[in-house]
């Protein structure tokens, strides 16, 4: 019985072992991700350009639709 026990206890031991080191290497991957995309957005944004101060702020409010009909040509 006692054989058993060990041999049963030293299986579940190394099936542990085994989930614990393939659940480290995910979470190695996931971490590594994390910063590769904190990274990235970081790069892309300080190459966005900020709005110029100059240019025309958007209109807001009722546009009427008859203010943007081309006229016929």
């Known amino acids: 019985m006692t054989l058993t026990l060990a041999v049963v206890s030293l299986a579940v031991a190394v099936f542990a072992l ?11 991957q996931l971490r590594e991700m994390y ?3 904190k990274y990235d957005h970081g790069e892309l ?3 966005v350009a900020p709005p110029q101060a100059d240019s025309p702020s958007p209109v807001a409010g009722f546009v009427p639709l008859a203010s943007l009909k081309r006229p016929p040509s």
């Open 45 to 47: 944004k300080a190459s």
């Open 18 to 28: 085994l989930r614990v080191r393939s659940q480290a290497r995910a979470v190695a």
């Open 35 to 37: 910063w590769q995309l």
